[in-house]
T-cell receptor, first 115, second 113 residues
Framework: DTAVSQTPKYLVTQMGNDKSIKCEQN?????MYWYKQDSKKFLKIMFSYNNKELIINETVPNRFSPKSPDKAHLNLHINSLELGDSAVYFC??????????????FGSGTRLTVV | EDKVVQSPLSLVVHEGDTVTLNCSYE??????LLWYKQEKKAPTFLFMLTSSGIEKKSGRLSSILDKKELFSILNITATQTGDSAVYLCAGLVWRSNTGKLIFGQGTTLQVKP
């Protein structure tokens, strides 16, 4: 059983398109995150949701809109894709209190390529 | 601004060598320091260190935190080709009643046979 699953694994799309990445966790965790990893392997947090509520929103362009229909799902919608959005996007989850104990689990990532 | 810096950025060694990876941090509301190993896909958790001076060990890997000097090291002894990966260090900070990981840029380790 996959703990944190993301779809799709690969996404190639043209500039200007709108695309979504889905994430689901079956760990019963309260908190979910989106991280972006650039070509230099630098992982940076984008958003954090706790029990469907937006907790952390880093300085991410408005073209990125997360949506959490329930605490097991956190989707990422990107409008008007740009070349600079090309990266690997990782979803992660943690129990709210377990975040204090490093209980983060990452999905396997979605490699987005904008051409 | 929160910052986590790792060194070296890359390292090439031969099997059997011992390596030391460094991580320094400057973050506010610091709670813990975490190490992850990333091969092809998702980062996988190695250690979390919260207290200074207490070494954590898992097989050939060990790590220690110095909260006074704001750094951590990850040691790998008797390296194997399977240790080849990107090693990520992250500071766990507490904001808005939730945790956030601030990652360093990673150290790419290549172990040659």
């Amino acid at each position: 059983d996959t703990a944190v699953s993301q779809t799709p694994k690969y996404l190639v799309t043209q500039m200007g398109n709108d695309k979504s990445i889905k994430c689901e966790q079956n760990l019963g965790h309260d908190t979910m995150y989106w991280y972006k990893q650039d070509s230099k392997k630098f992982l940076k947090i984008m958003f954090s949701y706790n029990n469907k509520e937006l907790i952390i929103n880093e300085t991410v362009p408005n073209r990125f809109s997360p949506k959490s229909p329930d605490k097991a799902h956190l989707n990422l919608h990107i409008n008007s894709l740009e070349l600079g959005d090309s990266a690997v996007y990782f979803c992660a989850s943690s129990p709210r209190t377990g975040a204090r104990f490093g209980g983060y689990t990452f999905g396997s990532g979605t490699r987005l390529t904008v051409v | 601004e929160d910052k986590v810096v790792q060194s070296p950025l890359s390292l090439v060694v031969h099997e059997g060598d011992t390596v030391t990876l460094n991580c320094s941090y400057e973050v506010t509301n610091f709670r813990s320091l975490l190490w992850y190993k990333q091969e092809k896909k998702a980062p996988t958790f190695l250690f979390m260190l919260t207290s200074s001076g207490i070494e954590k060990k898992s097989g050939r890997l060990s790590s220690i935190l110095d909260k006074k000097e704001l750094f951590s090291i990850l040691n790998i002894t008797a390296t194997q080709t399977g240790d080849s990966a990107v090693y990520l260090c992250a500071g766990l900070v507490w904001r808005s009643n939730t945790g956030k990981l601030i990652f360093g840029q990673g150290t790419t380790l290549q172990v040659k046979p």
